[in-house]
Structure formats: C-alpha cells, structure tokens
C-alpha cells in the first residue's frame, strides 16, 4: 500500500505541504509543468530551493498576477495588514486569504486588480473549468466544502453566504488543487499525519486580537491530535488543516513502513527549528497493513497520587467514565521518601483529551498530568443477543477488521449480574448454564 507519513512538527500550510509532495515526485519538473497547466486564472507556481536549520528543501512561490502571495506583507505594507482578514494575519507560513469580509492579501492593486468576491458557487465554477481529472476537482471541492463549512460556522453564516475575496480565493486554490494533483500523481493510497502542532499567542485581525490557533482552523482541527508547544505565531492554516483533515485517515507517531523517498516544504519564516512539514513516502510492513482497519491513534493520561483516600479515587474514575474515558485504572507505586502512592491512568480519544485533563485536574490531588500519544490496534466488535431461559443476554463478538471468523465471545456482565440478582445464581453458574445451552 503506497503510504505518506506527512511530519506537522512545524504545523502545515497549502503551499508547505504542496512543496513537500512535489519533491516525492520521480520527476519534479514535469509535475511543477502539470501544476501550472491546472489553468487557475493569473496564477503562476515557481519551486525554489530553501534552506532551513541547514536542511535544504523546497519552498512553492504561488504568483498572483505576477506577485508572489504575500509578497506585500513581506515588505511591510501596513495598509495590506490593517486590510487583512480575520482570522490570518501574521501567519508564520503563508498568506492565505479565504474569510467572508474585506479579505484583501497585502497585494499591491497598482495594476488594477479590483476587488471584487466570489461564492461557494463560483469557487466550484473555478475548480470544474480546471485541467485536471475529475478525481483532482472533486477532491478540490471536498477540500474547500470543508474550509467554507468551518468559516460559516465561526461567522454564523451558511456556507452560500460566504465569500472569499478574488486573490485569496486564487490562493487557496491554487494551494488546494496542487495538493489534490500531487496526491493523484504520487498515486497514494493512505495518508497518515504526526499530531500537529499550531503554535501559541495571537493574532491580531481586523476584528482584534484572536488566539492561535485561529476560529476557523480551531473549527477544522476538532478530532486531530495537536499542541501548542514554545513558538509563537500561527503554524497551522486553515487551508493546512483541511488538506490534512481530508486526506490523512490516521494520526500518530510514524507507522512501520519502508521508506522511499522524503521531502521537505519550506516555509517563508526562519524560527529556531526548521520551519517545514517533512514527507515520507514508501509502502507500509506487511504485518501492519493487514491490521490497518483496526488502528487508531488514543492518548494516555497519567499522574501519580499519594493524598487521597480510595473512595476518592474511585469517585474521579466513575466521573471520567461517565464522561467517555476509554478507560480508567490504577497501579500501586512507591514514591518519594518511601511512601506508598498510585498511579492514575485514563485512556481517552484525542478530541475528548483536553477534558479529561480538567477532569483529573478537578477530581483529583494531582498538580501535573502527563500525556502520551499511543497507537493501538483493535479487534472489531459487534453484539448479538441470546435467548435464555431468564431473558435475554446480549453477547460480545471480536474478530479481526475485514475478517468473518470470530476470535473471541464473552457474555456481557451487567446482564448476568441482572439475572444473578433475580435468581440468586451465582455469574459463573449463569454462564456456564448458558454455555451448556449453546
């Protein structure tokens, strides 16, 4: 199965994971003539060679009408900032234009160019009339469904009612589209993506001052693993988190796969480490590949207590459960000055981590959690319902994802404890006369 690993230590731009595929591919000029024959109108795509922490990669100029994207913001235009938009002033990565309001780039209009903003029905316009295949487009437009559904959610708006002004409408595009072709001619099959880091502070908008990461790439980013980490700015974009919401299927550390061919994309900025999102291609292990379907990336939180009671405890890992912890358990350990003390770990899904984290927090002693990104791999499970002479008892199947035979069955406890209290049986007895019926 041909695999991208996409590495978002540096968050991830349109332009930066564009420049990154582009030097997966065998043949790098005849996909950098494919991506200017796209026929987006005005633009150009020029691939330099840029180096960051002394790693040399590629950085994807995007040309407007013969100006690079935020060329203007580069050169100080403070008119281009205070009419720049929302949510992506004073990105550390690229200048992408794509909110429902006087949106313009820091692009100089001495030659013209009006203003001027177009819908959701003409961005479909635009990426249909595009040279491309129509896996391209179609991708294109899922891609931009997803950035208008979160703008139309932090603007309060339906996704018709939101605009994108001319040249930020270009490019986004231009950012999307070369992703959605890059895709195609590497022929890749899956994508996974490291969790993502977004950066930390504000930024600062025609509306005021907005934390990072920004409404609308907060919006995008619910589900995927990120944090927050020691550089200020915005690291992620919007067009960077919806290119990674729709085409990574997994988030985690690197999975066990052989690896071809890396490439970097570089960003315009230089912070102590190096501003680019890495790719890797190559094909996952055997082994691995077959149990895809059951893998999906968890977080560990855990924290060691050794001033509270039992009952305590168990009230904070009913809490956590009540609130959809994966799971909750406890080890005995020895801690400092030879006290006897416990280690608290929950299990929980990466969208509910931040919760979970208040939770411990507030029902717990603890004064510092630690987290741990885990992969793990799971059986498929469904329920089946057996007849029994005392009602019915619902019964657990595993068995591996894509497969039909079955590994494993267990009766559910809290059925048995039922009939166990009506009937006065002990649970053992329960199963193993159920056992003996079927």
Known sequence: MKT??????????GDMLMAALLELCPNQEDALRALNALGIPGVEFRAEKSEKCGIVGTHMCVFIHGEE????????????????????????HECEVIHDH???????????????????????????????????????????????????????KTVEEIHFHEVGTLDAVADVSG?????????????????????????RCAHGILPVPAPATAYLLQGIPVYGGRIQGELCTPTGAALLKYFAK????????????????????????????????GYLENVYQENLAGMDAIVELRCNLDDMSGEEIGFAIEKLFEEGALDVYTVGIGMKKSRTGVLFVCLCKASDSCRMEELIFCHTTTLGIRRIWCERSVLSRRFEQVETPWGIVRKKLSYFPGRKEVLREKLEYEDLAG????????IAEIRRRIGRLY
Do not use: W
């Open 4 to 13: 991208v690993y996409l590495d978002c230590g540096m968050g991830a731009a």
């Open 179 to 203: 992703v959605c072709m890059l895709m195609e001619k590497l022929d890749v099959e899956r994508v996974f993506a490291s969790a993502v880091h977004v950066g930390c502070g504000q930024v």
């Open 102 to 156: 006087n949106h313009g780039t820091t692009h100089s209009y001495a030659d013209g160019h009006a203003h001027h903003h177009a819908g959701m029905a003409e961005i479909r316009e635009l990426i249909l009339g595009l040279n491309a295949s129509e896996k391209v487009k179609q991708d294109a437009l899922a891609v931009y469904q997803l950035i208008a559904e979160a703008e139309s959610q932090v603007h309060g």
């Open 419 to 426: 009939i166990a209290q009506q009937t006065g049986m002990s």
């Open 69 to 92: 994207e935020g060329a203007a913001e580069e050169a100080g235009n403070r008119q281009g900032r205070e009419d720049r938009c929302g949510d992506e002033v004073m990105h550390s």
């Open 250 to 281: 997994q988030f985690g550390t690197l999975p066990p796969m052989a690896i071809e061919k890396i490439g970097y994309g570089m960003g315009k900025k230089d912070f102590e480490a190096a501003n680019c999102v890495r790719a890797m291609s």
